[in-house]
Nanobody, 116 residues
């Protein structure tokens, strides 16, 4: 069992920044992949970014490339999503994600609102 707890969501103006945090209940190096997904009202949950726990390689959705950065702090079992130049279309509930072999784990989500 892996528990994931997100924090850092909130209200930000267009063009602003937020940093989301995800605290994992186990050594994140023991996980295969961690990442962030987001879901806006009426839409599917979409992948935002992933980071391989072993190799550290990252992948990003085209819509966030150049604006968002996923990173990890292995010593504290934390994964972050730095979000810059936020747009109204970035507003969503953001979910931390982890995969261990064939098992998927999700956090409870944190709301990001981009005002205009």
């Amino acid at each position: 069992q892996v528990q994931l707890v997100e924090s850092g969501g909130g209200l930000v103006q267009p063009g602003g920044s937020l940093r989301l945090s995800c605290a994992a209940s186990r050594n994140i190096n023991s996980l295969d992949v961690m990442g962030w997904y987001r879901q806006a009202p009426g839409k599917q949950r979409d992948l935002v970014a992933t980071i391989a726990s072993g190799h550290g390689s990252t992948n990003y959705a085209d819509s966030v490339k150049g604006r968002f950065t996923i990173s990890r702090d292995n010593a504290n079992n934390m994964v972050y999503l730095q979000m810059n130049s936020l747009k109204p279309e970035d507003a969503a509930v953001y979910y931390c994600y982890a995969r261990l072999f064939t098992l998927n784990y999700w956090g409870q989500g944190t709301q990001v609102t981009v005002s205009s």
